[in-house]
C-alpha cells in the first residue's frame, strides 16, 4: 500500500467535503437509490423506519459508491495502468465497472472455486480475471503478482480513505431525503459502509444515534471495540456473508471514535428480518443487508417512536435458494 | 347475481369515466405504485419497458383496486350487510381489506385446504373465515350459503364491473406516468385486469396495442377468443397459478372486442423472466406476474424499439419456495 499512498496524497480521513466532493464526482455514475418505508415493519418495530435501498443501486450494492470514488480519484497516470483488486464479492463487480467508466482496465483476482455467476457479473463489466487458490494468502500474493506484474493500483474493498468516502455518500442522500432522523442502522463487516455512513451522520445530524449491525457468528466489530484493537474475523459461518470480514486499520479508527454501539443478531434473527423484508416490502436483499432490521426487532436500542434509518446493503443472492 | 344487480344499477360496462370515477374513490385508499425501468432487461428485449409495479400495492397486488373499489360503490343499505366471495387469493384478503375500510363485515369463503399464510392474510384484515370443502361446487354452495344467511353482497373477484373498472386504474395511472407507449402487456386469468387495462388504454391512447399474456398451459383465454366462446379453465399445472381461471360473462365481451391478441408463455419462459425480475430488478413478483415479460422475451411482437409498459400484477408468493 506504500506505493499506492504514495501517489495518492489525497489519503487522509474523510471528512464532510470529502463525502461531497465524492458525491458531485460519481452522481452521473450511479443511482440515487429511493428510500421505502413499510407500514407492516413500522408496526413490529414500534419505530418508523427508512431503508435506503442499495440493493437497487448499480451492480446491486453500495460498493459501486465507492469503487467510482476510488477509480475517479486516480490520477491520470496512475489511472492508466488499471486498477486491481482481490474479492469474490459485490467489490470486484464494482471496481471493474468503476474502471469501465474511466475506461482502464481493471484487473480481478478470484479465487478458482467463485461461482460462475459472480465470474460472469465482473466479465460483463469488461473486467479481467486472475484465479487463484482460495486461500487468504494466496488471494493476496496473486493480486500482489498482477500489481507487479500492470503497475495497477489496488483497491481494496473498505481499508481505503476514497472508498469510505464514497460508501459514505448513501448515508449523505438518507439525510437529504430524510432529515430529522434519530438513529441509523448499518451493517458492519470490514467497516467501509459503517465508516462512511459515521462520517455522514455526525456531520450532517450529530444528534442521531449510529449503531452499526453485526451477526452475532461474526461479532468481531463488537469484540475490537471492546479490546481496542483488530480483532481478526471468525470462521465464516453466518449467512449474511458480506459481514465476515475484520475491520481494517482505516475504519477501526473512525468506528471507535464515532459509533454509538455495535449490536448483534443471531441468525435465526437475521432469516426472519429478511423474510420481512422479502415478503412485506416485496424486495430483493441479501442477508447482510438483513441484519440492521434483525437488530431492531429483537435488541432493546430505546427506538420506540423513533425515525430510524437503515441502509440495506445490497440485492446479490441467490435467489433459487433464499436462507429463510 | 341478479338480486345484487337490482342493488346496483350501475351495473353496466365501464368506461373512462367510470374508471376515473374508480380512481377518485379508491385513491385515498391504496398506493400509487412506481413505474420502474432497468437497463438490463431492456437490453434483453430490445424495447424500452415501464413496469408498474403492483407487486408494492396494499395486499401485494392490483386485486385490492377492484375490490376497494366495489366495495365504496355500494349503496349504504347494501353495503351495512357486508360483503362476501369465496376465493383463496389475493382476492380475499384484497375484500377483507376494502370492507375494513368501508366498516362493514367481509365473509370469506375459503378451502379448509388454504396454506395457513393465506388464511392469517384474510383474518389480518378482518375478514371472517367460512371453511369448506376444496371442490368449486362446494366453494360456491358454501358462500352461497353465507350469502343467504347475512345477506352480504357476492363481489365476484373478476366477472363484476366495478372490480374491472377498480382495475383499470392501474393501467390509468400507467398512461399519466408514461403517455407515449406503443404496447400494454398485462397477464389474463379470469380477464378483470386485461379488461379494465383495455378499457384504459383504448380510450387515452388508442394507438398503443393491448396484448393479453397467459400461460401455454392456462391458454384458454386464447382458445375463447379462437371459439368466440368462453373456453372452460384447463387443469391447474401452470406455476403462473394466478391466471389458471376462465374468463367471465362480463370480461369476455370486453376482451374480444378490444384486445389486439393474445400471446402464450411457456412454464421455462415464465420462470426465466421471474428470475431475471428477481435478480435485476431485485423486486419479489409472483410468477403470474412474470408472464408478459416471458412473452415480450420469447414471442416476435414486433416491438423492438418500442416503449412497452408491462402491469407486474402482485408479489404474493412462498419466499422460501420461488420457482426459479
Same mark, same amino acid.
Given at each position: ?7 495518492? *496524497? ?94 482502464? *482496465? ?128 471468525? *470462521? ?16 477501526? *479508527? ?71
Amino acid at each position: 500500500m506504500n506505493k499506492n499512498r504514495r501517489e495518492n *496524497p489525497m489519503d487522509r480521513r474523510p471528512d464532510l467535503d470529502s463525502i461531497r466532493a465524492a458525491h458531485d464526482r460519481i452522481r452521473p455514475h450511479v443511482h440515487r437509490t429511493p428510500v421505502l418505508t413499510c407500514a407492516a415493519i413500522d408496526g413490529l418495530t414500534g419505530a418508523r423506519v427508512f431503508f435506503k435501498c442499495e440493493n437497487f443501486q448499480k451492480v446491486g450494492a453500495f460498493k459501486v459508491r465507492g469503487a467510482v470514488n476510488a477509480v475517479l480519484s486516480l490520477a491520470d497516470d496512475a489511472a492508466e495502468r488499471g486498477v486491481a483488486t482481490h474479492s469474490s464479492g459485490n467489490h470486484a463487480a464494482a471496481l471493474a465497472l468503476a474502471a469501465r467508466i474511466r475506461g482502464i *482496465p481493471a484487473h480481478i483476482v478470484m479465487p478458482h472455486t467463485s461461482p460462475a455467476v459472480k465470474c460472469a457479473a465482473v466479465e460483463g463489466y469488461g473486467g479481467q480475471i486472475t484465479f487463484c487458490d482460495p486461500e487468504q494468502a494466496a488471494r493476496e500474493s496473486a493480486a500482489a503478482e498482477v500489481v507487479r506484474a500492470t503497475r495497477a493500483t489496488l483497491v481494496h474493498p473498505y481499508n481505503d480513505h476514497r472508498v469510505i468516502a464514497g460508501q459514505g455518500t448513501a448515508a449523505l442522500e438518507l439525510i437529504e431525503d430524510v432529515p430529522d432522523l434519530d438513529a441509523v442502522l448499518a451493517p458492519v463487516g470490514g467497516g467501509g459502509l459503517l465508516s462512511g455512513t459515521l462520517l455522514s451522520v455526525k456531520a450532517l445530524r450529530p444528534a442521531a444515534r449510529v449503531i452499526g449491525c453485526e451477526p452475532a457468528l461474526a461479532d468481531d466489530a463488537a469484540q475490537s471495540l471492546r479490546e481496542n484493537r483488530i480483532v481478526t474475523a471468525r *470462521p465464516p459461518t453466518t449467512i449474511a456473508d458480506g459481514l465476515r470480514t475484520a475491520l481494517g486499520d482505516k475504519t477501526f *479508527p473512525i468506528i471507535r471514535e464515532f459509533v454509538d454501539s455495535i449490536a448483534l443478531a443471531e441468525e435465526g434473527e437475521i432469516r426472519h428480518a429478511l423474510r420481512l423484508i422479502l415478503e412485506r416490502m416485496k424486495i430483493v436483499v441479501e442477508p447482510s443487508a438483513a441484519v440492521p432490521l434483525a437488530v431492531l426487532l429483537n435488541r432493546p436500542l430505546g427506538l420506540r417512536g423513533a425515525r430510524v434509518g437503515i441502509i440495506l446493503s445490497g440485492g446479490n443472492v441467490d435467489v433459487s435458494h433464499l436462507p429463510v
